[in-house]
């Protein structure tokens, strides 16, 4: 979009562009989200903790953009989501110490877990809507 510069920005325009930058935003992080949540459920996946980091940066960089609209809610989910399930990946790995089965299992549910918030996210987003403050 080219801008003519002579004609001021009305703050409905700029409001527009932030909202379109916010929702590009979103869907590239929601993208890198759900890779690496597939990849925690399809074995082979060694890319998926430099996606996350990736996607957690995005996130973390661009929240304070989205106070006061729908997207500050998708901002917030996704950065829960990753420290939630990071936390609860470090809170079972003990449990691949004691067994290998124990900890495949509590790491797949954990997968299924992420995999889920990030699927419901992005759909919520697409579809233009806040997503819930829950956990």
Same mark, same amino acid.
């Given at each position: %979009? &080219? +801008?003519? @510069?002579? &004609? #001021? *920005?009305?703050?409905?325009?700029?409001?527009?562009?932030? %909202?379109?930058?916010?929702?590009?935003?979103?869907?590239?992080?929601?993208?890198?989200?759900?890779?690496?949540?597939?990849?925690? !459920? =399809?074995? /082979? /996946? +060694?890319?998926? #903790?430099?996606?996350? !980091? *990736?996607?957690?940066?995005?996130?973390?960089?661009?929240?304070?953009?989205?106070?006061?609209?729908?997207?500050?809610?998708? @901002?917030?989910?996704? !950065?829960?989501?990753?420290?939630?399930?990071?936390?609860?990946?470090?809170?079972? @790995?003990?449990?691949?110490?004691?067994?290998?089965? #124990?900890? $495949? %299992?509590? $790491?797949?549910? =954990?997968?299924? $877990?992420? @995999?889920?918030? !990030? *699927? &419901?996210?992005? %759909?919520?987003?697409?579809? /233009? +809507?806040?997503?819930?403050?829950? *956990?």
């Amino acid at each position: %979009m &080219t +801008q003519d @510069f002579t &004609t #001021p *920005v009305t703050a409905d325009q700029a409001h527009l562009e932030t %909202m379109r930058s916010l929702n590009t935003i979103g869907t590239i992080s929601y993208v890198l989200h759900l890779a690496v949540a597939v990849s925690a !459920i =399809i074995p /082979g /996946g +060694q890319f998926g #903790p430099v996606l996350l !980091i *990736v996607a957690l940066i995005l996130d973390m960089l661009n929240r304070e953009r989205a106070v006061g609209s729908w997207h500050a809610s998708h @901002f917030r989910w996704r !950065i829960r989501t990753v420290l939630i399930a990071a936390a609860l990946y470090l809170i079972t @790995f003990p449990l691949w110490l004691l067994l290998l089965v #124990p900890g $495949w %299992m509590a $790491w797949t549910a =954990i997968s299924i $877990w992420f @995999f889920y918030r !990030i *699927v &419901t996210g992005f %759909m919520s987003m697409n579809k /233009g +809507q806040e997503i819930g403050t829950d *956990v």
